[in-house]
């Protein structure tokens, strides 16, 4: 598995941007990612030292499509919760001041 197939995404949430303060950063994952595989793709894409990976599974939840009775599932997701060096920041999440 290469590093772009590893970290899907960064995750902007209320939640996310609060753990900011601890330099824990939230990234959606690949589904078959472990914690190793996560550990060295940010470190190797941001150049970070990593000191925890924490992970989450999220399931699918049950959609109604428009006002029929069908219903489809929502895929399920994989989030990794990283902390990294207090003295170190990784930049798409360092907000721009004006």
Same mark, same amino acid.
Request: glycine content about 2%.
């Given at each position: ?31 078959? $990612?472990?914690? *190793?595989?996560? *550990?060295? $793709? ?9 000191? $925890?990976?924490?992970?989450?599974? %999220? %399931?699918?939840?049950? %959609?109604?499509?428009? %006002? ?11 989030? $990794? ?18």
């Amino acid at each position: 598995m290469t590093i772009d197939q590893i970290i899907v995404k960064p995750v902007f949430t209320e939640k996310s941007t609060q753990r900011l303060a601890q330099n824990q950063y939230t990234f959606e994952v690949h589904r078959q $990612a472990t914690k *190793k595989d996560i *550990k060295w $793709a940010v470190e190797e894409l941001f150049k970070v030292e990593v000191y $925890a990976v924490k992970v989450v599974n %999220r %399931r699918g939840k049950r %959609r109604r499509i428009a %006002r029929t009775r069908r219903e489809r599932m929502t895929p399920a997701r994989r989030f $990794a919760i990283v902390t990294i060096n207090p003295e170190q920041k990784i930049d798409i999440f360092v907000q721009q001041e004006k």
